[in-house]
């Protein structure tokens, strides 16, 4: 039963670049939530994809933007990048549009520095 | 606003020792609690939840977690600690009202460090 899976694992990229994050869900599971986790600190929601919509969305700019595919997959990108933007980006998958009572599954993450 | 806080950034206990990991929350309604795990370079693996029933819920690995609604606390424990516990451990909230309703709201992370 494969789990959470995010690519890259690793990323460099310097200020006023554009990336690029994937996420592929727990099998099973139609939701991908996507939490940024700045060094030191606990995980903050950016955006919610369900049924190939944004459906959520945290206090994050419009430069963090995403997308959903018809297999449940889904995409990150962050345009005009920050130092601040330096960070582990961790993808989370669920069921229901995060309404299920199970728990959201993570994958390990891709951790983008800015240089 | 809602919020979750974990007062103490690091937790040092013996390897055989009990251990507690304390989270206090603040949300609109009937929380909806969890605690996850991380180890370094790795993503946050979940241990257990409280949604509703028996206010002493067991998780994963031996850990267990106590809810009390009057002091609005949801503190983690394990009667036995051990080394391989020491990790960075997450208390979380779900998100029950405004614009990412569903989601997760979480405390800063308690270090925990288990010595032999």
């Known amino acids: 039963d494969a789990g959470v899976t995010q690519s890259p694992t690793h990323l460099i990229k310097t200020r006023g670049q554009q990336v690029t994050l994937r996420c592929s869900p727990k099998?099973?599971?139609?939701?991908v939530s996507w939490y940024q986790q700045a060094l030191g600190q606990g995980p903050q929601f950016i955006f919610q994809?369900?049924?190939?919509?944004?459906?959520q969305r945290g206090n994050f700019p419009d430069r963090f933007s995403g997308h959903q595919f018809p297999n449940y997959s889904s995409e990150l990108n962050v345009n005009a990048l920050l130092l601040g933007d330096s960070a582990l980006y961790l993808c989370a998958s669920s069921l229901r549009g995060g309404y299920s009572n199970q728990p959201q599954h993570f994958g390990d993450g891709t951790r983008l520095s800015i240089l | 606003a809602q919020s979750v806080a974990q007062p103490e950034d690091q937790v040092n206990v013996a390897e055989g020792n009990p251990l507690t990991v304390k989270c206090t929350y603040s949300?609109?309604?009937?929380?909806?609690l969890f605690w996850y795990v991380q180890y370094p370079n790795r993503g946050l693996q979940f241990l257990l939840k409280?949604?509703?029933?028996?206010?002493l819920v067991k998780g994963s690995y031996g850990f267990e977690a106590e809810f009390n609604k009057s002091q609005t606390s949801f503190h983690l424990k394990k009667p036995s600690a051990l080394v391989s516990d020491s990790a960075l451990y997450f208390c979380?909230?779900?998100?029950?009202?405004?614009?990412?309703?569903?989601?997760?709201?979480f405390g800063k992370g308690t270090k925990l460090s288990v010595k032999p």
């Open positions: 949300v609109s309604g009937n929380p909806y």
């Open positions: 409280y949604i509703t029933g028996d206010n």
């Open positions: 099998s099973g599971h139609d939701t």
């Open positions: 979380a909230v779900r998100d029950m009202e405004g614009g990412s309703q569903g989601n997760l709201i």
């Open positions: 994809y369900y049924e190939e919509e944004e459906r």
